[in-house]
């Protein structure tokens, strides 16, 4: 009996020493140089929210209500300018077409007769066979005829737009990027039908608040972050001349690479100023899955210190939020 508890005894405690995936300190070595921590100004900035926008967006609608006939994109389609987006029916515009035609020759035939009946009263006036309101007469009825023309061939061209609209067309080329209709769909005025954005680069819309939009100009550079995980430096179009009285914002657009994605949520860093901060070079630091740390040097040893890092800065540095002071040795 007191052997089998001096066997347990010894598996306990045999446990207890086993080894850790903690770091154990241990002496520094001179195979990897020491770095200090050290204080740096960097730029202060404010993280701005907005999304990935097309620099050409259009959403296509018509003027007529019609019945959709055909639409011979679909969502993704690339689509070149004045290439055929939707179809129309138009046989209500046929059918005003030929009323508008025959308008038109009567009035021909009106403006023609009137025309004969002005020269005729020329001649009897000239001959003294009838009275000058009578010849007054032929001419206003010769300028109403000619009225009526011209009101007949401005109904027919009206129609001949209106038929026009029928054929829907891309007003540039780009990609369908959304699609509201399908044939058989009735089609209302002002109603968006199809969606259309321009191929090319990207802009970052931002909604920078009035304070910090003042320091921002055509051709200045904002970090940009997409909520996906990509990341660029660009360039600042066009800051808009004034700000949204609802929400004291500046529209400020920037532009991205084609491949960034429309709609897409991302954030903007626009600068405020400067501050300190704890920078150490982004080689020394320790990631193990969502945790950061870095192995600092005290007395010789080398301990590894888990430690919340911010935002990178120029240099291959990464600032220190918390964890490290400055003048603190770390090593790789």
Request: aromatic letters at 2%.
């Amino acid at each position: 009996m007191n052997r089998m508890l001096t066997v347990g005894v010894l598996a306990l405690a045999t446990a207890a020493c086993g080894t850790s995936h903690d770091e154990v300190p241990h002496q520094a070595t001179t195979e990897h140089a020491t770095v200090e921590a050290r204080t740096r100004t960097v730029s202060s900035l404010v993280p701005v929210e907005g999304t990935v926008a097309a620099r050409h967006r259009a959403e296509v609608s018509t003027r007529l209500m019609a019945r959709v006939t055909s639409v011979p994109v679909d969502v993704g389609s690339v689509v070149r300018r004045g290439q055929t987006l939707i179809r129309l029916g138009t046989e209500d515009i046929a059918a005003n077409r030929a009323k508008a035609a025959a308008a038109v020759r009567v009035a021909e035939a009106a403006r023609v007769e009137a025309a004969r009946q002005a020269a005729r009263m020329d001649t009897l006036l000239a001959a003294d066979a009838v009275a000058q309101v009578q010849r007054d007469q032929a001419y206003l009825g010769l300028t109403q005829a000619e009225s009526q023309l011209a009101l007949a061939q401005a109904t027919a061209a009206e129609v001949g737009i209106a038929e026009g609209y029928s054929t829907i067309v891309a007003p540039f080329a780009g990609t369908v990027v959304s699609r509201y209709v399908d044939p058989g769909d009735l089609a209302n005025p002002g109603m968006p039908l199809i969606v259309v954005e321009s191929g090319g680069a990207r802009e970052a819309v931002l909604a920078v608040p009035t304070d910090l939009a003042a320091g921002l100009g055509a051709g200045d550079s904002l970090e940009i972050a997409g909520h996906d995980g990509r990341s660029t430096i660009a360039g600042i179009r066009a800051v808009a001349g004034g700000a949204d009285p609802r929400s004291r914002t500046v529209d400020v657009r920037a532009v991205l690479p084609a491949d960034w994605p429309t709609g897409l949520s991302l954030t903007g860093y626009v600068p405020a100023g400067t501050r300190e901060a704890v920078v150490i070079p982004d080689s020394v630091i320790v990631r193990r899955g969502q945790l950061t740390g870095v192995r600092v040097v005290i007395d010789g040893r080398v301990t590894l210190r888990w430690v919340r890092l911010g935002r990178t800065v120029p240099g291959g540095m990464v600032e220190v939020l918390s964890g490290l002071v400055d003048g603190d040795k770390v090593t790789s």
